[in-house]
């Protein structure tokens, strides 16, 4: 868990791994989107931006509880 770090360098360095998680993350979700999701059903639109692609993926983590 990123806050619970024992040390200012431990807190840098998961905060890091967390960010390039996260980045990774949103890449795979916005080529599965596009590449798969968009093309079988009707009614989604193509994400332009990873700006966008992360919105998405918070939508969906909400609606997941």
């Not at 868990?1 to 890091?16: A, G, V």
């Not at 949103?26 to 989107?33: A, D, K, S, Y």
């Not at 009614?43 to 509880?65: C, E, M, N, Q, S």
């Amino acid at each position: 868990n990123i806050l619970q770090s024992r040390s200012q360098k431990e807190f840098l360095y998961n905060l890091i791994v967390f960010a390039i998680y996260i980045i990774l993350l949103t890449i795979v979700l916005r080529f599965l989107w596009n590449q798969a999701l968009v093309k079988h059903v009707s009614i989604l639109k193509p994400v332009d931006t990873l700006w966008h692609t992360f919105l998405l993926a918070v939508a969906v983590a909400a609606f997941r509880g």
